[in-house]
């Protein structure tokens, strides 16, 4: 498993942030926020932040 940084995001301000251990950065979204996702972000101000902690490689989602 991965070390995630999952952030809750209004905007550009980070409403939570949760450290998540999961297989896929996707895995890590849906498990900190109790929701689905998707992996397309359009214009939402609320959205998803994901961060590999070991690579610095960062995902964007929406709630779905």
Known sequence: MKVY???EMDGDS???SHTI???TP???AETATGS???NFRGDEQRWIRVT???DGVVNRYAFK
């Open 5 to 7: 940084r999952v952030e």
């Open 21 to 23: 251990n999961a297989n």
């Open 52 to 54: 590999n902690e070991a």
């Open 14 to 16: 980070v409403v939570t």
């Open 26 to 28: 996707w895995v890590a």
């Open 36 to 38: 689905e996702v998707t």
